[in-house]
T-cell receptor
Framework: DAGITQSPRHKVTETGTPVTLRCHQT?????MYWYRQDPGHGLRLIHY???????DKGEVSDGYSVSRSKTEDFLLTLESATSSQTSVYFC?????????????FGPGTRLTVL | DQQVKQNSPSLSVQEGRISILNCDYT??????FLWYKKYPAEGPTFLIS???IKDKNEDGRFTVFLNKSAKHLSLHIVPSQPGDSAVYFC????????????WGLGTSLAVNP
């Protein structure tokens, strides 16, 4: 298994509060990703990072921000949580190989926004 | 606009038989394809991949076939086991240009003893 941990694993919060999810890797992989998984939508990319301090938006980035100050950590922040952000969040990592790059996933964080 | 489509939301197979999961794509620029398996309350697990320069890749009980002209790939599991019961996701990307994967919505496989 890829050395990826996510914290917290479960969180319940109230609408309007800020929330930060953490992804930590021990593989020294260059690329890190945040996805959300919702019924009927599969996996949707929120943001990704291609190096320290280098990040870019995915397809559902509104309401989310990210930061990567160290290779091993990628933080996802919900500035003001809404009920539509109730979801399961997955972090993934990859080496960034051209010609075929495989992503490896963490165990997920289940977030409930009341 | 779903660029990667898994048209069967679910599939049920008897233990020991073959499971065939299908995936279609629309973007002819895709040249790298992956299959992931996901159990409830766990993250997706990488299963097998295939580059567009090949039409088949095997790993134990799992084989992926790629038909570029039809923009179709399939995952064969032989023989199917109850532990294979999971949701299977197909993903694709343009490997030369970016690292973002485009995902299908998944097929839930049930292997019955």
């Amino acid at each position: 298994d890829a050395g990826i941990t996510q914290s917290p694993r479960h969180k319940v919060t109230e609408t309007g509060t800020p929330v930060t999810l953490r992804c930590h890797q021990t593989e020294n992989h260059r690329y890190m990703y945040w996805y959300r998984q919702d019924p009927g939508h599969g996996l949707r990319l929120i943001h990704y990072s291609y190096g320290v301090k280098d990040t870019d938006k995915g397809e559902v980035s509104d309401g989310y921000s990210v930061s990567r100050s160290k290779t091993e950590d990628f933080l996802l922040t919900l500035e003001s949580a809404t009920s539509s952000q109730t979801s399961v969040y997955f972090c993934a990592i990859s080496q960034g190989q051209r010609g075929g790059d495989t992503q490896y996933f963490g165990p997920g964080t289940r977030l409930t926004v009341l | 606009d779903q660029q990667v489509k898994q048209n069967s939301p679910s599939l049920s197979v008897q233990e020991g038989r073959i499971s065939i999961l299908n995936c279609d794509y629309t973007n002819s620029m895709f040249d790298y394809f992956l299959w992931y398996k996901k159990y409830p309350a766990e993250g997706p697990t990488f299963l097998i991949s295939i580059s567009s320069i090949k039409d088949k890749n095997e790993d134990g009980r799992f084989t992926v076939f790629l038909n570029k002209s039809a923009k179709h790939l399939s995952l064969h599991i032989v023989p199917s086991q109850p532990g294979d019961s999971a949701v299977y996701f197909c993903a694709a990307n343009n490997a030369g240009n970016n690292r973002k994967l485009i995902w299908g919505l998944g097929t839930s496989l049930a292997v019955n003893p």
